[in-house]
């Protein structure tokens, strides 16, 4: 029961942290246009890694002082998200756990799949959808967390409701530092 409450837990932080993480740079790199309507809010085209470094965001809440990193992907011309990752230690099981947040308009059978400079981990399952978009959590692994630490790009793949795929490179410049500032 505790562990369904602390994803509730992470996903609410999650919708609301989202809120106020930075987007990424404008001019080092390319996102895709905007989505048409037909294809129901999924990215057309895989944009290029930015290098925007990872931010770490704490918040107070009493007590403790928990903290996260993350990533944040969006459609320059429309300010639309199109995908944000965030990374966090729950102080109740010391590894990390992370939290995709994904365009709506996935093909939800299929799942996500991250890779790691070309490695391809397994399939992770859309966990739930809602207005703001669609999750996908997972836990990070210590041979998952070595990749992300060496790692220069993690691509997120998805398809979309035409099962198109759609890859979306994301910076893994300073993960390093930004984990070892969640470890504190």
Known sequence: MSRVVSVAAF?????????????????????????????????????????????????????????????????????????????????????????????HGLFLPDGVTLDIDGKVSKKHDVQTCDQKGCYAGLPIDDANLKMLQSGKTMTVAFRNLQKEEVRVPITLSGFKEAYAKLRQ
């Open 11 to 103: 996903i609410a932080g999650i919708i609301m942290l989202t809120g106020v993480a930075g987007a990424q740079e404008k001019g080092k790199g390319k996102t895709p246009p905007a989505a048409s309507a037909d294809k129901a809010g999924a990215a057309q085209a895989s944009p290029q890694a930015l290098s925007v470094p990872w931010l770490v965001n704490c918040a107070s809440t009493g007590g403790e002082v928990p903290c996260e990193a993350s990533q944040r992907l969006v459609v320059q011309k429309t300010g639309q998200l199109l995908i944000a990752v965030t990374v966090r230690i729950p102080p109740e099981s010391k590894t990390g756990a992370m939290m995709l947040h994904l365009p």
